[in-house]
């Protein structure tokens, strides 16, 4: 949830990720790619944290049942 | 701060002389998204817990890209990047579509809430008892009915708490509708402080606007809570 927040910063003037495509994409005049790739960007980063945190909780719940799917 | 109130006050509840503005704005977009939203995550909930894999895939790849990039990015994609694009402006009725602010706002919101409200009610139908199902079986209920007398109803009372959750979250998400230069109250807050320099007060009623907000809603899912879901608690002797 964090992570996903941190995209609001530019809008107070922080020049991240957000801020770097939306200047690409006026100056190229093509936002929509620019866009794109930010949002691979940040799917990537949250997929990275899922894949930790799955393993993370299958490291430290070994002792706990868990019900079959 | 009085003739603050008294320049923006209006523009603060619901009109800035234009069309709608502030408070009633915010819950204009609240509620469009909200149902929307709901609209959309029923059937794909449905076929989100699907044992068919051809169903089960493209919803979960659906909650995967919107619940894995900030709503500000599919924001700014609906509203600039969609728009920038040629295919789009050549379509009259997409040209249309897009080119008006309020539209692309909803549109990113109502899929964004869609795809956390549709692993909402998949969680919540994954966990009904098996012992209801059953149940509903030796009934002779199968097929669509299982569904609308059975699945359906307890899903949606045991999503209940989640899914107020998930309201108040897209109350406060409402507030990037400004971006889009769409005029909800933070739109007006900015405004008047940009126009007066009372940035405290300016955003402090603001803050106010919202807070009231999410009580009034923290109040009604509770009362809703009471009233649906009082089977699941303990008995009252």
């Not at chain 2, 909200?34 to 979960?60: M, T, Y």
């Not at chain 2, 008892?129 to 199968?142: D, F």
């Amino acid at each position: 949830m964090l992570l996903k927040a941190t995209a609001l910063v530019s809008i107070i003037g922080l020049s991240d990720l957000v801020k770097a495509v939306q200047n690409a994409g006026k100056s190229s005049g093509e936002p929509f790619h620019f866009l794109l790739l930010a949002g691979l960007v940040y799917l990537l980063i949250t997929t990275l944290t899922n894949l930790v945190l799955r393993q993370l909780e299958r490291r430290y719940n070994t002792g706990i049942k868990e019900l079959a799917p | 701060m009085i003739e603050l109130l008294n320049d923006y006050g209006l523009a603060f509840l619901w009109h800035d002389g234009y069309n709608l503005s502030g408070l009633a704005m915010t819950l204009w977009l609240l509620v469009a998204s909200i149902v929307l939203g709901f609209i959309l995550s029923l059937p794909l909930a449905i076929a989100r817990v699907s044992r068919n894999r051809l169903l089960r895939w493209p919803v979960q790849f659906y909650t995967y890209l919107f619940r894995g990039t900030p709503l500000y990015i599919q924001l700014l994609i609906c509203y600039t990047g969609l728009y920038s694009l040629e295919v789009v402006r050549a379509q009259p009725l997409l040209d249309g579509f897009f080119r008006e602010a309020i539209n692309c706002t909803l549109l990113a919101f109502a899929l964004n809430t869609g795809a956390y409200t549709v692993e909402i009610f998949a969680g919540a139908i994954r966990n009904i008892p098996h012992g209801e199902i059953e149940a509903a079986r030796a009934y002779g209920l199968c097929g669509w009915r299982l569904y609308a007398r059975l699945i359906l109803p307890s899903a949606l009372r045991r999503g209940l708490p989640y899914y107020g959750n998930e309201v108040i979250l897209m109350l406060h998400a409402t507030s990037l509708a400004f971006t889009a230069t769409v005029p909800d109250i933070l739109k007006v807050a900015r405004d008047a402080n940009a126009a007066t320099f009372m940035t405290f007060e300016a955003f402090g009623i603001a803050a106010l606007l919202y807070m009231l907000l999410s009580f009034l809603l923290v109040g009604l899912f509770r009362l809703a809570e009471r009233r649906w879901m009082t089977f699941l608690g303990p008995t009252r002797g």
